[in-house]
């Protein structure tokens, strides 16, 4: 077995050992193909007002002007569904990767360790863990590493456990074997396009951020337009819909990872409960979680949007 064999091997049963679903490894170089689409789709005004989408627009696309001297992309899958949702079917929903601890902190821990692994294992490697908080392209990387396919909705997919997972990446310095991208398995299936209740699908794989519930419930920081009352299907935090209809989800089963356990109460509140919220409520309940992104006062301006 040659290094790049081995090292392979290396990386990839740590990041199992870890807890990751699975590994892909790509090479770091210009992302060609995604390149003109996300031109297209900046220029339509999809990202609505995350402008910080139009920013580091090279770097976004070419991981070696954002890590120096990078040779690859290691991309990870972590599951997050969940064994236990929400009780009551009339409450305000929240986004089942939002009930436990805030995924940039679990994620982040284990990328650490798992260079931390490498630096031992391997010798001088240079590199940074990436969960979604810089200009990387996660989906993009993923799929190209052969970790799944990127859906008409725009989430990546597998066969094997569906969508409901979160995606990061090590950008490093060291030679290693790359993965071939898998096929396309969505065929002409146009579940979620069908289902989204905003029509933010608005072809297969493109998707209008500036008319996703999850972009007016979390990034949207003015009031909701009112042209979207009563289209909300009573997500007051992200939205789910899209994943939930998606035939592969069937095969999604729950994570086994104790710090995506939500808080003890957040499944048991009441409409009621959600309607009265106070801060104090907010800050126990999520105290840890990436809700707090939307603040107490974000999370009462959507739980009154979703009022008649």
Known sequence: ????????????????????????????????????RLENWLNKNMHGDMQYMENHFDKRLDPTKLVEGSKSVVSLILNYYPSEFQQDKTAPKISKYAYGTDYHFVIKDKLKSLLSFIQEEIGEVDGRAFVDSAPVLDKAWAAKSGLGWIGKHSNLLTQQVGSFFFIAELIIDLDLEYDLRTTDHCGTCTACIDACPTQAITEPYVVDGSK????????????????????????????????????????????????????????????????????????????????????????KRNINFLKS
């Open 1 to 36: 077995m040659d290094l790049k064999s081995k090292y392979t091997n290396l990386i990839k049963t740590e990041a199992k050992r870890l807890g990751f679903l699975s590994c892909g490894i790509s090479k770091a170089q210009f992302l060609e193909e995604e390149a003109p």
């Open 212 to 299: 996703c519930i999850s972009y007016f419930t979390i990034e949207l920081k003015e009031n909701i337009p009112t042209e979207f009352k009563g289209q909300f299907d009573d997500w007051m935090f992200g939205c789910d819909v899209c994943q939930d209809v998606c035939p592969w989800n069937r095969f999604s089963k729950p994570h086994n990872e104790p710090l995506f356990n939500p808080h003890p109460e957040l499944l048991s509140m009441s409409r009621k409960d959600w309607e009265e919220i106070t801060q104090e409520t907010f800050s126990k309940v999520f105290k840890k979680s990436a809700v707090k992104r939307t603040k107490y006062s974000g999370l």
